[in-house]
């Protein structure tokens, strides 16, 4: 069980979109904290990955030596 306080217009916000698409503020909620934990793991996990790669001694370019 999650329990959050949320700022005024932002539960305003989140009440209109529900009212309007006949969804609950609920489910708009979930969806949008699985979107973000979805994107928090994809950045973390590469940078993850970028740590290796550099800490493994490998070479990096930037975009400008990619495309001279």
Known sequence: MLALRLKPETESRLER???????TKTFYAIRAIEQQLDDM????????????????????????????
Request: charged content about 35%.
């Open 17 to 23: 979109l529900a009212l309007k698409t006949g969804r």
């Open 41 to 68: 793991e994809d950045y973390y996990l590469a940078e993850d990955a970028y740590n290796e790669w550099v800490e493994g001694g490998k070479k990096t370019y930037s975009i400008d030596e990619v495309f001279s």
